[in-house]
């Protein structure tokens, strides 16, 4: 069955600087999707950015991008010049061929003024 | 386009009593997938329908479960419930049956007492 770890249960950072979310997940497929989800305290599930597992090439969104190491089974997501609006729980999120999404425990980010 | 919308959004019940949860996916969309989210176990999947059919179901008693309507609008049902069923529960949608990115609600927070 696949595994989504995300190892920092809480995290913060000052406004307008750079941040990194960790996230390692685990599965037998070769053909997958990963996502990033933010929900701030309204508790609405946004999606921040997706990674297709057949692409080479990082997904980035603005202020967000990936670094997605498929042979590493590593999905990290950066956010740049953090905003007060950033904070959230942020949920690392994998999809393979059955369309289940299997989420991580989610890290708490604050950003600070 | 609107999004997602479930209803009712919150909702207090007894033990023992049995629940109906609605979600209406964004217009187009025909896949709607249900999750529950409670503190401590996570967002967990419970199913995913398709064209009226169930086609992937998560690993939850059968005290849980659901149905899509012709126009993709799905309800899901718990039954005898239990004080371990308060939890959020999300509902989410995405346009195609596979590897389709999914777009929640806002979830209805139910409270069994």
């Not at chain 1, 996502?35 to 597992?53: D, T």
């Not at chain 2, 023992?16 to 401590?40: A, D, E, F």
């Not at chain 2, 059968?62 to 509902?91: H, I, K, P, W």
Request: charged share 20%; with cysteine.
């Amino acid at each position: 069955a696949q595994t989504v770890t995300q190892s920092q249960p809480e995290m913060s950072v000052q406004e307008a600087e750079t941040v990194t979310l960790s996230c390692t997940y685990d599965t037998s497929e070769n053909n997958y999707y990963l996502f990033w989800y933010k929900q701030p305290p309204s508790r609405q599930m946004i999606l921040v950015i997706r990674q297709e597992a057949y692409k080479q090439q990082n997904a980035t969104e603005n202020r967000f991008s990936v670094n997605f190491q498929k042979a590493a089974k590593s999905f990290s997501l950066k956010i740049s010049d953090s905003q007060l609006g950033d904070t959230a729980m942020y949920f690392c999120a994998f999809m393979g061929y059955n369309n289940d999404m299997r989420f991580g425990a989610g890290t708490r980010l604050t950003v600070k003024p | 386009k609107a999004g997602v919308t479930q209803t009712p959004r919150y909702l207090i019940k007894t033990r023992g009593q049995q629940v109906t949860l609605s979600c209406s996916p964004i217009s187009g969309h025909r896949s709607v997938s249900w999750y529950q989210q409670t503190p401590g176990q996570g967002l967990q999947f419970l199913f995913e329908y398709f064209s009226e059919t169930q086609r992937n179901k998560g690993n939850f008693p059968g005290r849980f479960s659901g149905r899509q309507f012709s126009n993709s609008r799905s309800e899901m049902n718990v039954s005898t419930l239990e004080l371990g069923d308060s939890a959020l529960y999300l509902c989410a949608s995405s346009l195609v049956e596979r590897a389709d990115t999914q777009y929640f609600g806002p979830g209805t927070r139910l409270t069994v007492l």
